[in-house]
């Protein structure tokens, strides 16, 4: 039986205000632990609803937590550094920006915690894997891959660098697929097509989603590996407490499904008639868009990591009651661009 190398007591979570960091606090809470430090940027967004509810030692700024790691002034000596914070924005045109936060960022803060000797966990994706030609394995040597994207090229030149470093020997970093699930309600055109197809049928009725323009898929078939959020946290929770298990893992449930399945089970969450549209995707989205992802989850399952992901259809349900019962600020978007792509 593996043991923690050492106990979380005291946690800092960058992006803990944001999607996928919010629901690791709330995870470290349902753990008794709330000596957290989030570090986040909150500006004028709605993301600072994701902390009502949620317990932790404090706040700050991102730009005053890297000036405080910077001076040597930070005093915070944690057990383990969540690094979910980045810009997520895939469409991100701003490459120096995307270079500042995804990845110096990142270097900086994993060798501060090294040095610290606390565990560290940060977000890679899934977008490093491009047009997926390379196929979608975390055992794929990463100087084949080839990301389609800024966003996605930020990502990778943080994976190398820790590879060339020796740092996923002391690291874990994960390949996100698409993640969906409470507290992504600020990210607007970012947020998942659950998100924005709840809103389209409370709105009209209908769900729209694109039509295919490959001969391998009809309308809607084009397929993702959805994973819900709360699945990320516990995995990530158990790999906290795991510091003898290393590396760059994928993070997706290993099972492609379509946009029709997805949209029938938000009508099924919803007890509404299915009522689907398909649109002509927009021709400046054609040549990039992906038709297929899929995580191969063996490498993580080899660590004996108990991978137990919720189906598509109850992980629906359950996030469609969390939308039903809460106050998720309202999709602002067109509701016209239905899937989302890397």
């Known amino acids: 039986m593996t043991?923690?190398?050492?106990?979380?007591?005291?946690?800092?979570?960058t992006g803990g205000a944001d999607f996928i960091g919010s629901a690791m606090v709330a995870r470290l809470n349902q753990e008794g632990i709330d000596a957290i430090l989030i570090v986040d940027h909150l500006g004028e967004s709605t993301k600072w609803q994701n902390l009502v509810g949620l317990r932790y030692a404090d706040y700050l700024h991102k730009t005053e937590?890297?000036?405080?790691?910077?001076?040597?002034?930070?005093?915070?000596?944690?057990?383990?550094?969540?690094?979910?914070?980045?810009?997520?924005?895939?469409?991100?045109?701003?490459?120096?920006?995307?270079?500042q936060n995804n990845y110096r960022f990142s270097l900086l803060l994993a060798e501060w915690a090294l040095g610290q000797g606390a565990r560290f966990i940060y977000a890679s994706s899934a977008a490093t894997y491009g047009d997926g030609r390379a196929g979608f394995s975390d055992e794929t040597d990463l100087t084949r891959l080839t990301p389609r994207n800024a966003y996605g090229y930020s990502k990778q030149l943080f994976d190398l660098h820790a590879a060339r470093n020796g740092l996923l020997r002391r690291i874990v970093g994960l390949k996100f697929f698409n993640v969906?699930?409470?507290?992504?309600?600020?990210k607007a055109e970012m947020a998942s097509m659950v998100f924005k197809a709840y809103h389209q049928?409370?709105?009209s009725g209908r769900v729209r989603l694109f039509k295919s323009h490959h001969a391998d898929y009809n309308a809607g078939e084009q397929q993702r590996d959805f994973v819900y959020v709360k699945d990320c946290a516990e995995v990530m929770w158990w790999l906290l407490n795991h510091a003898e298990v290393n590396g760059l893992f994928n993070l997706g449930t290993g099972r492609a499904r379509s946009w029709n399945d997805l949209a029938r089970a938000v009508f099924s969450a919803l007890q509404r008639p299915?009522?689907?549209?398909?649109?002509?995707?927009?021709?400046?989205?054609?040549?990039h868009y992906q038709y297929f992802?899929?995580?191969?989850?063996q490498r993580l399952a080899r660590t004996g990591c108990p991978l137990q992901f919720r189906?598509?259809?109850?992980?629906?349900?359950?996030?469609?009651?969390?939308?039903?019962?809460?106050?998720?600020?309202?999709?602002?978007?067109t509701g016209s661009v239905a899937a989302e792509y890397y």
């Open 274 to 287: 299915l009522r689907i549209e398909y649109i002509d995707m927009p021709e400046a989205l054609r040549e």
């Open 293 to 297: 992802t899929q995580a191969d989850m």
């Open 65 to 99: 937590f890297l000036n405080r790691l910077s001076a040597d002034s930070l005093d915070w000596r944690p057990d383990a550094v969540v690094h979910m914070g980045a810009c997520s924005s895939t469409t991100e045109s701003d490459v120096d920006y995307l270079m």
């Open 311 to 333: 189906s598509l259809e109850a992980a629906v349900r359950d996030y469609v009651a969390h939308l039903l019962q809460n106050t998720d600020m309202p999709y602002a978007g």
């Open 3 to 13: 043991r923690p190398v050492r106990e979380i007591r005291k946690v800092i979570v």
């Open 180 to 186: 969906f699930g409470p507290g992504e309600g600020h």
């Open 201 to 203: 049928i409370l709105r």
